[in-house]
């Protein structure tokens, strides 16, 4: 992919492509979090990575969470294995806020540098807003960080739009500002709109990073054509109202939208819903879909070869609005 195809990153001057790869499942199945996933061998993960980069995906989303720094050592691995010499990716992960104190950010910032062999953080993320310590603290540990240069940018993840602003408010007291706020959205999840924290992404200039942006696997369709797929998926994300029968009746016709919206692209479903999600609102979202597998990497890469036109995109948000809840 050329890079005039890579947009900037909020407020801060990093090139990104629209489309980021989501680590979660690189957990190894681990930690409190890593059993949602299959364990993947490390030969898969190198195919994954190296189709991503292959594809024109420049920037990799982790968290010390998923697996308890098991995702950051994959892909560090699979970054030192399979990237070419001549190739420069970024890595964003995050700090995992729960149960903790700010001062935590400091004290384990190593513990990040060495499960990632030592790659610069490009992005570090708050991972919930939920800890024993404000936003301002929260904030002030960063930018700490960022001062001492073991960080680039400070994002959040999950906070609202009250929070996003707190946030903002800190960092320019110090010359800096939010680059990010990683959130589910979705066409099956589409709440950002309506709770203020599109609208405060845009007026921060700061970047929208979706997460689950194909609904867990719903949005590519393929449960829709087989419906016994469902029985053969590992973890627990099966169990969810959206694998149901109830529920993949009710997402069936933005389904058939998209299919019919793919067909004119020679694209697949999958590939209009991730594309409605990065041009929907201008440079703001950026996504980052997983893959468990190197065809949902290339999957994944293609849709960065075409853009919906204003009257898909328009179409498509219409038909979403009824099938949600």
Known sequence: MPQSTYRRFGNTSLKLSPLGLGCWQFSNGGGLIGKFWPTLEPSIINDIVRTCIEGGINW????????NGQSEQQL????????PAEAHVHVATKWWPILRTASSIGRTINDRSEALEG????????????????????????????????????????????QMIEADRVLREHGMRLASNQVKYSLLDRSIEKNGILDTAKELNAAIIAYSPLAQGILSGKFHDDPLLVKTIKGPR?????????????????????RQIASHYDATVTQVALNWLIHAHGNTVFAIPGASKAQHAEQN??????KLTVDEINEISEVSK????
């Open 76 to 83: 560090a691995r699979a970054l030192r294995e399979t990237l």
């Open 238 to 258: 099966k169990f969810g109202t959206a694998f149901r029968r109830e529920g993949m009746k009710r997402s069936k016709p933005l389904i058939d939208t998209m």
């Open 119 to 162: 790659r610069k953080i490009d992005l570090y993320q708050v991972h919930q807003p939920f800890s024993f310590s404000t936003v301002g603290s929260e904030m002030r540990e960063m930018i700490k960080l960022a001062e001492a240069g073991k960080i680039e940018y400070i994002g959040v993840s999950n906070f609202c739009a009250k």
């Open 301 to 306: 890469v293609k849709t960065l070869r075409f």
């Open 322 to 325: 009824f099938v949600i809840r």
């Open 60 to 67: 990799f989303d982790t968290a010390e969470i998923y697996g």
